[in-house]
Structures are given as structure tokens and as C-alpha cells.
Nanobody, 114 residues
Framework: QVQLVESGGGSVQPGGSLRLSCQAS????????MAWYRQAPGKERELVAF????????KYDTSVEGRFTVSRDNAKNTMYLQMNSLKPEDTAVYYC???????WGQGTQVTVSS
């Protein structure tokens, strides 16, 4: 079972930036697609960004396209989510996942507020 640990969340003002990291343990990270999800209070968990195993293919929810960038460093078993121009509606708990093994991290809170 792959273990995933997110970090980098916090509180920022609108327009600010944060970078989330997802550290994976286990041997299948480099051959697996990865994704970021988020869940706001009272809402369902939603897909934010996807990256394929090699990092060359990415997809985003329309609400974050142009503001968020997903990337990965397979040598470090780590995936990133660079979040720029943050908005209050980006406030949520952000989770990383490795869909092939249905592995999820514990989540990291992102709060955007003035």
C-alpha cells in the first residue's frame, strides 16, 4: 500500500500563492498517474488536477485552469500543486491520491481569506 503525505497548506489572502507537496512511499509512484482533489465544507470532494506518470500530461478543473500547476519529481517520489491567484472559493482540504491503488493522503487545509 502506498502512503501519501501532503504538506504546504495554510492561510493566505486572496491573490496569494501556496505550493502543496505530496510525498509518496512505496515503489509504484513513478509508474502511476496522480491527482489532487479538494473538499470544501458541505460540498463533495472534487478533482482539481491530474498528472500522468511521466509528468507530460496534465489536466485541470476549469475553475483552477491558468492559476494552478501540477507537477511531479519521480526521483523524489513527490507531486506538487502550485496555486497562484488564490480565491476565497479555493478554500478547502486538499488531498493527493494515487488512483491505481486507491491511496489517499490525510489532507492539508488551504484557507483563502482577507
Amino acid at each position: 500500500q502506498v502512503q501519501l503525505v501532503e504538506s504546504g497548506g495554510g492561510s493566505v489572502q486572496p491573490g496569494g500563492s501556496l505550493r502543496l507537496s505530496c510525498q509518496a512511499s512505496g515503489g509504484i509512484f513513478s509508474i502511476s498517474a496522480m491527482a489532487w482533489y479538494r473538499q470544501a465544507p458541505g460540498k463533495e470532494r472534487e478533482l482539481v488536477a491530474f498528472v500522468n506518470s511521466g509528468g507530460g500530461t496534465t489536466k485541470y478543473d476549469t475553475s483552477v485552469e491558468g492559476r494552478f500547476t501540477v507537477s511531479r519529481d519521480n526521483a523524489k517520489n513527490t507531486m506538487y500543486l502550485q496555486m497562484n491567484s488564490l480565491k476565497p472559493e479555493d478554500t478547502a482540504v486538499y488531498y493527493c491520491t494515487l488512483p491505481a491503488s486507491n491511496s489517499w493522503g490525510q489532507g492539508t487545509q488551504v484557507t483563502v481569506s482577507s
